[in-house]
């Protein structure tokens, strides 16, 4: 089974304060995503990366910045966090994107 | 870029009833297309897809959806619902010729009261 997992599952955090929020696939999967899911929004991408140190804007990059340093793992990071950016994140991997395994959410509350 | 719409956002039912759940999207070339659910506390499963073919998918648990080309729609059924399926649901697409930008409608919260 593919597991994609998410080290946090829960974090609050100050406004101000940078956060890393990490995910790890064990599937050597090329193609890795993350997305924001809001009630009423449905889920939002991010970014996503095709490839060790590539990486394209999804709809909402600002903010956010990622890092995918090696296949396994990809990063997302809020520079300087803020309460709007309060949200559940949603990290994803896919070989063949028409198939893609979600990890369980990080939920973030900015206060 | 392509583009999802759930029409709606809270739909409740009673057991049995029948259920159909809209989506539409917005792309001018070849789509695939994907319902997903997320039951209360869970992640995200894939519910069905549809690539190419018969445009009636089925897929786990009894759920169904048709791909209508004409009018960009692929919607989810199920003839009987049940109590279990109290879920958020979502629909999904992705282009054929860019795989890799998954856009996914705002969800369909479903409630089945027993």
């Known amino acids: 089974d593919v597991k994609v997992t998410q080290s946090s599952r829960y974090l609050v955090k100050r406004t101000g304060e940078k956060v890393f929020l990490e995910c790890v696939q064990d599937?050597?999967?090329?193609?890795m995503f993350w997305y924001r899911q809001d009630p009423g929004l449905g889920l939002r991408l991010i970014y996503f990366s095709y490839d060790v140190k590539m990486k394209e804007k999804g709809d909402i990059p600002e903010g956010y910045s990622v890092s995918r340093e090696k296949k396994e793992r990809f990063s997302l990071i809020l520079e300087s966090a803020s309460t709007n950016q309060t949200s559940m994140y949603l990290c994803?991997?896919?070989?063949?994107?028409?198939?893609?395994?979600f990890g369980e959410g990080s939920w973030l509350t900015v206060v | 870029a392509q583009s999802v719409s759930q029409h709606n956002h809270h739909v409740i039912l009673s057991e049995a009833a029948s259920l159909e759940l809209g989506c539409n999207y917005s792309y001018g070339g070849t789509v695939n297309l994907f319902w997903y659910v997320q039951y209360p506390g869970q992640h995200l499963q894939l519910l069905l897809k549809?690539?190419?073919?018969?445009?009636l998918v089925k897929g786990i648990k009894g759920f169904e959806a048709e791909f209508i080309k004409s009018k960009f729609s692929f919607n989810l059924r199920k003839p009987s619902v049940q109590w279990s399926d109290t879920a958020e649901y979502f629909c999904?697409?992705?282009?054929?010729?860019?795989?890799?930008?998954?856009?996914f409608g705002a969800g369909t919260r479903l409630t089945v009261k027993p």
């Open positions: 599937m050597d999967h090329e193609n």
């Open positions: 999904a697409v992705n282009a054929r010729n860019n795989n890799n930008d998954m856009r």
């Open positions: 994803a991997s896919s070989l063949d994107p028409r198939t893609i395994y």
């Open positions: 549809y690539f190419s073919g018969d445009p």
